[in-house]
């Protein structure tokens, strides 16, 4: 079992994360937006942390840089609609680890989150 | 084999995995948020803030994948990657009026499924 953290201002697909991971056996603590998320784990410790891009407030961005700073270790997926593929980029430079293009396969979620939490 | 015209619950009954109360949970939060994120993106466009057009377009773009409704994910992103280039915002009210119109069918198909699932279960 993993302590994940997810970002994501969509509540249709932070509710389909948070079932997903839960299944899989997963402690899960959801955060709303960017603000919300940094907060969260600047005083909390995770084993992943799953950050969608576009964000209210603080965006996907400034989350995975902040997560970088604070627990370099702590891997992070960041979550981008078709199109976006530049921003993933940017996170990738960032520090970021992985990426899913929504809406994603629940199959490859479970797999990604294995493979980086191991 | 697919019964609808305007969604496809593949996704979801993949993500559900068999657990049926999930998807009516789904089916009925979409029904809820999609006309807020709707009102959002109608309020955005009034108020011509195209970088608001552009989040709540975005926002909307995932959702409606989540019911499979293509057609409506399609217009999300037409107006999500062309909002403050090549669609003048002007054209933007014929585009919302349209997202509208589908999501009255995406509604109809959504609760001839609820009827299903729930003398289902």
């Known amino acids: ?118 | 084999m697919n019964r609808y015209q305007y969604i496809d619950l593949e996704y979801i009954t993949e993500m559900a995995d068999g657990d049926v109360v999930f998807v009516i949970e789904m089916i009925n939060d979409y029904k809820t948020k999609i006309p807020e994120y709707i009102a959002d993106l109608n309020k955005a466009a009034s108020d011509r803030n195209t970088d608001e057009v552009k989040f709540y377009a975005h926002k909307l773009a995932s959702s409606f994948m989540m019911m499979g409704a293509k057609q409506l994910n399609e217009i999300a992103l037409k107006i999500e990657h062309n909002v403050k280039g090549s669609m003048a915002i002007e054209q933007l009210p014929a585009e919302l009026r349209k997202m509208d119109e589908l999501f009255m069918n995406v509604q109809k198909e959504l609760d001839e499924e609820l009827k299903l699932l729930n003398a289902s279960n």
Do not use: W
């Not at chain 1, 965006?59 to 078709?82: A, F, Y």
């Open chain 1, 1 to 118: 079992m993993a302590r994940i953290l997810i970002i994501e201002d969509e509540d249709l697909v932070r509710k389909a994360l948070e079932f997903r991971l839960k299944k899989d056996g997963h402690q899960v603590t959801p955060c709303m937006d960017g603000r919300q998320g940094i907060l969260t784990l600047e005083t909390q410790t995770f084993d992943l942390i799953i950050t969608d891009l576009m964000l209210p407030y603080n965006n996907g961005l400034e989350v995975v840089n902040r997560s970088k700073e604070i627990h370099k270790e702590t891997p992070v997926i960041v979550l981008s609609n078709i199109g976006l593929e530049h921003v993933v980029m940017d996170a990738f430079n960032l520090g970021a680890d992985d990426y899913m293009t929504k809406p994603f396969s629940p199959n490859e979620l479970s797999v990604r989150v294995k493979r980086l939490i191991k």
